[in-house]
Each structure stands twice: as C-alpha cells, then as structure tokens.
C-alpha cells in the first residue's frame, strides 16, 4: 500500500509539472530559468542584478520585452541606411534627403496614418496572443503557455522543431538584437550631434 500511494503521489507530481514550450521548461536553478540567451564568451550577463531573485513572471515579461525591442532596433537600424540612401514613398528618387531623425514630421498623414493603424493592429494582435487580458488576471502577465516572443508569425517556416535548434536560434535573434539596439541609438544620438546621415558620416 505504501508503495502504490508514493506511486500515485510521484504520478501527480508529474501531471502537475508544466509542460514544456517550444522544448524549454523552467528552471528555477538556472539563470533566466534556463531562458535561451547566453552565450560565450559573458555567458550570463546580468551585471545590474535586474533578474536577481525575480519570480518566473517577471522574467518572461523582461525577455518578451527584450526580443520586441530587439526585433524593432533591427527593423530600425535597416531603415536608418535604407529611409537615407534610396528612393522612398516621401522622398521619390531624390536620395539627398534629410537625415532619419528629422523624416518622420515630414511624412504626410496620408502616410503616416495607414503606418499607425498597422503598429496598433500588429500591437492588439501581439496582445491578445502572448498578455492575459486585465480583468482576467493580474495586469502586465504573460499567458502561462505563452513563449516570451513567439507570437505564431513564422510565414517562411523558419522556426525550428527541435528544442535544441530552437534556442540556437532564439540566442542568435537575441544577441543581433541586444546589438541592433546599442547600434540604432549610436545612429541617433550621432545624427542629433552632427546633422549628417549615417553614410555621410562615415564619408560616403
């Protein structure tokens, strides 16, 4: 009998256990709880103590932030050299224009009003897949199935189906964009500084 009831305690436990999402399960032991993002030659770097002693909530919510800002900055260090250098909506072939910084209050609303509502859509989408709604739950928590960044966009069928692959690759995003963010507010701090565009500085 004792046998049978530490089997069906064992059973539940198992039952009880969190399932795992796109192959990682977490860890409180690990970092991040286990969070794919570390690499060499830092490994884990956390030097400010942000993810110190923090509940598995607030971690996702930290790194879904990080991969969105992440994924923006590379789109935005694209368009610093692309909005620049070649012919745009705004511009037309003209490839003399003004700098990044200064474009956006020179786009017309017939222009900037579609680029809104599309950030909005592409906003409540994201929202709706990965948050729990406000009076569902406590507010700014992520669903408890939901992977930190996955929000079920992969049109080429690019995301991997093996665990390992996959946080192979979610480092990689990861690090592009921890560095896409450091590079797009070096372009803006030096547009603001010096007025030149981002080749021009580098005199082209």
Known sequence: APTASIGASSALRMSDAPAPINGWTADASLPCYGLPG???PFG????LGFTKDMDLKGVKRFRE??????RVAMMATIGYLIGENTPTIAYGMDVHHTIANNQLQEVSASVLLPLFVAINLAEALRANAGWVEPGAGSLFTLREKYYPGD???DPFGLKPDNAKDFANMQTKELNNGRLAMLAVAGMCVQEQINGQGILENLGF
Do not use: N, Q, T, V
């Open 38 to 40: 570390s690499s060499s």
């Open 44 to 47: 884990f770097f956390d030097p």
């Open 65 to 70: 932030a990080e991969i969105m800002h992440g």
């Open 151 to 153: 929000i079920g966009f």
